[in-house]
């Protein structure tokens, strides 16, 4: 395993893994118990702060239950999906407090 680097170089294959993770429904320490590596090793590779051969590549895509036809078809592909959640947070981090008790409202009324 190479060692964590302090440059983040995000790559379709990051985000690739990332997106099939999310929607197999993995998490972090599932995904790296698989693979015999740390849920924190999994969470540097998909912020583009690791390598990651292609012997691991396999494993998670298969960790995940995809197959690598799906994960080559995301990489093909001209951009990857994003997970939507990741997205709202991104937003929500750089709102101001009172935007962030407007959300909250609004978020409160689809999980009661």
Same mark, same amino acid.
């Given at each position: 395993?190479?060692?964590?680097?302090?440059?983040?170089? =995000?790559?379709?294959?990051?985000?690739?893994?990332?997106?099939?993770?999310?929607?197999?429904?993995?998490?972090?320490?599932?995904?790296?118990?698989?693979?015999?590596?740390?849920?924190?090793?999994?969470?540097?590779?998909?912020? +583009?702060?690791? *390598?990651?051969?292609?012997?691991?590549? /396999?494993?998670?895509?298969?960790?995940?239950?995809?197959?690598?036809?799906?994960?080559?078809?995301?990489? +093909?592909? /001209? /951009? =990857?999906?994003?997970?939507?959640?990741? /997205?709202?947070?991104?937003?929500?981090?750089?709102? *101001?407090? +009172?935007? =962030?008790?407007?959300?909250?409202?609004?978020?409160?009324?689809? =999980?009661?």
């Amino acid at each position: 395993m190479s060692k964590r680097s302090q440059q983040k170089r =995000v790559t379709k294959v990051s985000k690739a893994l990332r997106h099939l993770r999310h929607a197999g429904r993995v998490s972090l320490n599932q995904a790296g118990r698989h693979c015999g590596i740390t849920g924190s090793a999994i969470a540097h590779i998909e912020h +583009g702060r690791m *390598d990651i051969p292609l012997a691991r590549i /396999e494993a998670l895509v298969k960790a995940y239950g995809s197959s690598m036809d799906h994960f080559n078809a995301l990489i +093909g592909a /001209e /951009e =990857v999906p994003t997970n939507k959640r990741d /997205e709202c947070l991104a937003i929500i981090r750089r709102l *101001d407090d +009172g935007k =962030v008790a407007a959300v909250y409202g609004l978020l409160a009324t689809f =999980v009661s």
